[in-house]
């Protein structure tokens, strides 16, 4: 079965922090990369931040320095931690493997996403 779970999102205000939580399946924790996506209104969906199973991670410029992702090999579960957030990092974010895995091997699955706006 393939599963994805995002959850964490809210409202808050510039310069704030929430921590975003994702529960994955086995079959699509076991993937080599995990990373976190978001989609703001009007624009394509971009990767942001990605982690492989030995914990290498990498970042996309706008949040470098502000976001840090994590996973817990054994819940299955990665997280995004986001500090000194900005409205511009409006968006829903969803969890998920690399692109090329997504769209051979999950037939583009995506989860429900989990809303994050900042905004005073």
Known sequence: QVQLVESGGGLVQPGGSL?????????????NIMGWYRQAPGKQRELVASITRGGRSSYEDSVKGRFTISRDNA??????????????????????????????????????????????
Do not use: H
């Open 19 to 31: 921590r975003l939580s994702c529960a994955a399946s086995e079959s699509i924790f076991s993937r």
């Open 75 to 120: 819940k299955n579960t990665v997280y995004l931690q986001m500090n000194s957030l900005k409205p511009e990092d409006t968006a829903v974010y969803y969890c998920n493997t690399d692109p090329f895995t997504i769209r051979t091997k999950f037939r583009d699955y995506w989860g429900q996403g989990t809303q994050v706006t900042v905004s005073s």
